[in-house]
């Protein structure tokens, strides 16, 4: 059972995604060569997240984010494009917030809805890829 306060606390993984995040897209995006671009907005917050995704022979080869989003944010999609790469497009697509959360350890349960951030601009890239491509 959950201690009182407990469920605000970031597990060091969160907290290593944050301070150290993965595959975040430093600068324009111009300096990234990219396939398809996901953009999305968090209607309970106002946040948003910009994913790019490079494509080979329908796998994701390379991928980068940047966002508005706070620190859980930050975290998830980090792990996001972690698992995210060298996955198939489909593959790609059945990873679900529950798989980025239980791979981080928990996220605060009120901050769950941030991850979502990176995995709806994730699904928004790939479907551009694919309604383009296929
Ligand atoms: S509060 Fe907006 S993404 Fe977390």
């Not at 991928?63 to 995210?84: F, N, P, Q, V």
Request: glycine residues 6%; proline residues 2%.
């Amino acid at each position: 059972m959950q201690k009182e306060g407990e469920d605000w606390v970031y597990s060091e993984i969160v907290k290593d995604h944050f301070l150290n995040p993965r595959n975040f897209l430093m600068g324009d995006e111009k300096n990234f060569k990219y396939d398809a671009c996901g953009i999305v907005g968090n209607p309970i917050c106002g946040d948003q997240m910009k994913m790019y995704i490079r494509i080979k022979d329908n796998k994701i080869i390379d991928i980068r984010w940047k966002t508005y989003g706070c620190a859980s944010a930050i975290a998830s999609t980090s792990a996001l494009s972690e698992i995210a790469k060298g996955k198939t497009l489909d593959e790609a697509l059945k990873i679900t917030a529950k798989d980025v959360d239980d791979y981080l350890g928990k996220l605060p349960k009120h901050k769950f809805h941030c991850s979502v951030l990176g995995h709806d601009a994730l699904k928004e890239a790939i479907n551009e890829y694919k309604a383009k491509h296929q």
